[in-house]
């Protein structure tokens, strides 16, 4: 158990973090407790070289010199310059360099001239690589009654069309493929500090025979062979996973990787799909050199991250974005395909309301890494309104939690409601924690008579089995006083097949006409249609702040996106819904958490919860890193995913030191054994009484090196030794940080095993 001893030991180091100019070291303990009445994971500390080396981690970087290995050659024209760099293009195949003016490198999206043989290439890729531009499109056999998806480079057909005009530093080009006839323009320039790529949609245009699927713009640009330099693909998939230059055919699979993640109303998500929040990729063609990110500008609802690693018939890493315009997809012809997923393949009617924007900026020197990346793209994110600063400069640091009010059980005639956790519980929770935790953000989930999941689309007011309208009143009073940000659970994209609502209006209909759905633990879930997402939501907070309640946590939509074809006179694809979510929250101001945000809702909520500390693991990674918390680094609060749920709780929390993330729980008054029968039912731990020491206990863990740098950005982060990194501020405070199990002495500085040391600058 927790001993007064160090308890009381931990609360004078807290008190004494204002007061101290120098620090040389602040020791984090190890505070840890066992269970008193909830089940806990067990705790699996001990971490191996192995483990510590594997892609779920940082590894160690090569910092070998990389020289310029493209040209400009004599048959490329100048077609833009500023201060930052120059732009030129091949005419016929519109392929460019671009010439950064800070480091000389340069830049191409082909590997020759479009009329040169390139090694190890035949005639379709040779096209491919040259080609500015690369489409898809859908051909049917009227014999087999099946699509299939070709690809045409520009340079595939000799009937192929093209021409140029200079535009303000860049070309616009317009373009007709040959084979397909599809037609497009495709416009480049230079803006500022970014290259600028774009295919407006309203410049596409079709023939009868064939329908564009897909488009991707220079897939080869910044391509790299094998692992003749050092350096890595950046891939934003929870928090950040990069994919280093390795020798040929080590990998071959190529992976496609959806931005806000699969539309269920077209495709079924994938198990475990990976996170793709933030639209944006990178390349790094020597560490700490160059490099460059490629953003997503406009189209990112349509687009795809494509990476292909170097194989023996391709011998070249390469990504891209790739633009989606129509699905193929499978439509019942009977109730009996119906119920087994059967049916034929047919392609969308309608094209998607994609155009395409991609801004490039080239990185040199210390900017050349995944910590450049994120500080330049946190700048685009700032300048362009994506996010706003709301990291005071007397920032502490928090704790989240999210408190179960009740739910729903299933009964063998009716079902019953559990009372997990009434006002007053709720009231001595935070009035105990806040002795000890100067600030928090909580969320108060199931405070309606239908519980956290058969709540309905309309919430209204407090249910009465949880307290009185004045007992409510008063814990927020009591909230606002204790610095605590309190706020009421709802969510109006999903509902429980145990509510009310009206099937044929309110439930979103896939693109084959059936309704968007999931099965629950207990129930069905339906997932709205986004028009009535927004109704009902205004609705519940206009009704809400008549009762009292003025700041929501929004679950589900901030990180759900998908079309609906209710209506197949007006269908809403994911552009659609994502206007119709911002202009739901433009219009309600009152405050506002969101779950894992998308990009495009990310300037709408208070904070960051459920930020991920993690990749998707996959094989072709190699490191994890903490790019989207840095990217949020000194303007934002990041929440990581609860704690209840650690495997490995101590490396979680040096990931959230190592990441400036804060901690997160899930609490109930009662036990959590109370939620067995419960759509909640994967909750198996969240007793307070279990809960309250680890909670104090990481708070004071996280919160000794994080009170240091809660308003101040990370601008550098070195891998030290495998497992073993430091990490510097713009406020010069540096935190090294040791997951191994030994104690490391780093400049000086010893850090114990599993553990981490604060260094200021007048150390």
């Not at 016929?92 to 090694?119: C, H, M, P, Q, W």
């Amino acid at each position: 158990m927790f001993s007064n001893r160090i308890w009381k030991k931990g609360l004078c180091l807290l008190l004494l973090l204002p007061l101290s100019l120098l620090l040389i070291p602040v020791f984090a303990g190890s505070y840890f407790n066992q269970a008193n009445s909830d089940t806990l994971p067990i705790s699996n500390d001990i971490l191996d070289e192995t483990y510590l080396s594997s892609n779920q981690f940082t590894q160690p970087d090569d910092l070998s010199l990389v020289s310029n290995f493209l040209d400009v050659p004599d048959s490329y024209l100048l077609m833009g310059e500023n201060e930052f760099y120059s732009l030129y293009m091949e005419e016929t195949s519109y392929a460019i360099r671009v010439v950064n003016k800070v480091d000389g490198f340069i830049y191409g999206s082909s590997l020759s001239t479009y009329d040169g043989n390139l090694e190890n290439f035949n005639t379709t890729w040779e096209g491919i690589v040259n080609s500015a531009v690369t489409i898809k499109y859908y051909s049917y056999n009227e014999t087999t009654g099946a699509y299939t998806s070709v690809e045409e480079s520009l340079l595939k057909s000799s009937l192929s069309v093209s021409s140029y005009e200079q535009v303000t530093n860049g070309f616009l080009v317009h373009m007709t493929f040959g084979e397909s006839g599809i037609s497009l323009s495709l416009k480049v320039y230079l803006d500022g500090s970014y290259l600028q790529v774009e295919v407006p949609n309203d410049s596409i245009t079709e023939g009868d025979t064939y329908k564009l699927r897909s488009i991707k713009v220079y897939p080869f640009f910044g391509a790299v062979y094998g692992n003749t330099i050092p350096g890595y693909i950046f891939v934003p998939d929870g928090s950040g996973a990069l994919i280093r230059y390795q020798d040929i055919d080590v990998l071959s699979d190529i992976y496609e990787f959806r931005y806000y993640g699969s539309d269920d109303s077209i495709t079924n998500s994938l198990m475990n799909e990976p996170i793709l929040s933030f639209p944006v990729s990178g390349l790094i063609q020597g560490i700490n050199q160059h490099g460059f990110i490629s953003i997503v500008e406009d189209g990112a609802p349509f687009a795809s991250l494509v990476v292909s690693p170097a194989k023996n018939n391709l011998k070249y890493y390469y990504t891209y974005n790739e633009f989606l315009y129509r699905s193929l997809y499978q439509t019942p012809l009977s109730l009996s395909q119906a119920e087994s997923s059967g049916g034929r393949m047919v392609i969308q009617d309608t094209i998607n309301s994609c155009s395409i924007a991609l801004k490039y900026q080239f990185l040199s020197g210390d900017d050349a890494n995944y910590v450049g990346m994120a500080s330049k793209y946190q700048e685009y994110l700032l300048e362009n309104s994506f996010v706003n600063d709301t990291v005071n400069d007397d920032s502490v640091s928090k704790v989240f939690l999210e408190v179960i009010g009740s739910e729903m059980k299933r009964g063998f005639i009716t079902n019953q409601k559990e009372i997990l956790t009434d006002i007053l519980s709720l009231s001595n929770i935070l009035q105990e924690l806040s002795q000890d935790i100067p600030a928090m953000k909580v969320v108060y989930k199931g405070f309606t008579s239908g519980g956290v999941t058969s709540a309905g689309l309309i919430y209204s007011s407090l249910d009465k089995a949880l307290g009185s309208r004045s007992e409510l009143i008063q814990i927020i009073q009591t909230a606002a006083s204790l610095n605590i940000d309190l706020y009421f659970y709802l969510d109006t994209m999903k509902i429980s097949s145990e509510s009310s609502f009206n099937m044929y209006k309110d439930i979103a209909l896939r693109i084959n006409q059936s309704l968007l759905m999931e099965r629950g633990f207990t129930k069905d879930i339906y997932y709205v249609t986004p028009n009535r997402v927004k109704t009902a939501y205004l609705e519940s907070i206009k009704k809400l702040i008549s009762n009292d309640i003025s700041m929501f946590a929004v679950g589900t939509v901030g990180n759900k996106l998908y079309s609906d074809y209710q209506d197949l006179q007006d269908t809403i694809d994911r552009s659609n819904a994502m206007s119709i979510y911002q202009s739901m929250f433009e219009e309600e101001s009152n405050p506002v958490l969101l779950y894992q945000p998308n990009l495009y809702l990310l300037k709408y909520t208070d904070a960051y919860l459920m930020m991920p500390l993690t990749s998707s693991r996959y094989r072709i990674y190699s490191d994890t890193v903490p790019f989207a918390s840095y990217v949020l680094s000194s303007v934002m609060e990041k929440y990581a995913s609860f704690q209840n749920f650690s495997s490995a709780s101590k490396i979680e929390l040096l990931k959230m030191v190592d990441y400036q993330v804060f901690p997160s729980y899930i609490v109930t008054q009662e036990s959590a054994y109370n939620l067995q029968d419960t759509e909640l039912m994967q909750i198996y731990s969240s007793t307070y009484s279990t809960w309250k020491e680890s909670i104090l206990s990481d708070y004071l863990f996280v919160s000794y090196a994080l009170n240091y740098v809660n308003n101040a950005k990370v601008i550098l982060r070195v891998v030290v030794s495998t497992g073993v990194y430091e990490v510097t501020y713009d406020n010069s405070v540096k935190i090294i940080i040791n997951y191994t199990n030994s104690e490391q002495l780093v400049h000086g500085v010893s850090v114990p095993g599993l553990s981490y040391q604060v260094v200021t600058s007048d150390a």
